[in-house]
């Protein structure tokens, strides 16, 4: 069963730049989350779908974040513009019931 | 809204064991999960309860009770590659994936 993919690993980008994160779900998982993860705290949840609809996005800072899942499949995750309080690893998770996977994240560097 | 705890570092020696509790108050409850996370890694899945009792897989066993609010994860025989951070995950009933701030675990030799 092929993971999580994401894309890109890396991107260091200016302040007030803009920057943009795909995540493709592992096949037949409905529920898709993605995550910032800053250095040394726990992931905290920035969005949640289930299939093409938003769950949950009450964490999600909406003046300059945001994210969709079209088809219900594919997610990408939007920075703009990008402030250096956004520099973390952004990551990608899905689920269906029990089962679960991490995508290997998106590491932001915000300058 | 959900508040998770779990304590920050907990060090141990290459052999012994290691429990890393987790307490949870969550607007209800659809499964608790463990994550192990490696430095500059996605975290990667232990083991997932959704109803109370122990689940063992290997050397990594997963305790849960939901009227406490509470759950473990027990490792044993510790490795030095059991250095890591340590995720206690609760689902709520919208499926809502919470996750803690993780514990620190540091196997010395």
């Known amino acids: 069963e092929a993971g999580v993919a994401q894309s890109p690993r890396y991107k260091i980008i200016e302040k007030r730049q803009s920057v943009a994160f795909w995540c493709n779900p592992i096949?037949?998982?409905?529920?898709l989350y993605w995550y910032q993860q800053i250095l040394g705290q726990g992931p905290k949840l920035l969005i949640q779908?289930?299939?093409?609809?938003?769950?949950?996005d009450s964490q999600l800072p909406k003046d300059r974040f945001s994210a969709e899942r079209l088809k219900g499949v594919d997610s990408t995750l939007k920075i703009q513009p990008a402030k250096l309080e956004d520099s973390a690893v952004y990551l990608c998770?899905?689920?269906?019931?029990?089962?679960?996977?991490f995508g290997p994240g998106t590491r932001l560097t915000v300058t | 809204g959900q508040n998770i705890d779990q304590p920050t570092e907990m060090t141990a020696t290459e052999g012994a064991i290691v429990q890393i509790n987790c307490t949870y108050q969550?607007?209800?409850?659809?499964?608790l999960f463990w994550y192990q996370q490696h430095a500059g890694e996605a975290p990667t899945f232990l083991s997932y309860?959704?109803?109370?009792g122990l689940e063992e897989k290997g050397r990594f066993s997963s305790f849960l009770s939901r009227s406490k609010g509470y759950s473990y994860l027990l490792l044993k025989e510790l490795q030095m590659k059991d250095s890591a951070s340590y995720l206690c995950?609760?689902?709520?009933?919208?499926?809502?994936?919470?996750f803690g701030a993780g514990t620190q675990v540091v196997v010395t030799p």
């Open positions: 309860n959704v109803l109370d």
């Open positions: 995950a609760v689902a709520d009933s919208w499926g809502k994936l919470q």
């Open positions: 096949s037949g998982h409905a529920t």
């Open positions: 969550t607007s209800g409850f659809n499964g």
């Open positions: 998770a899905s689920s269906l019931g029990g089962d679960s996977g």
């Open positions: 779908f289930q299939n093409n609809g938003v769950v949950d």
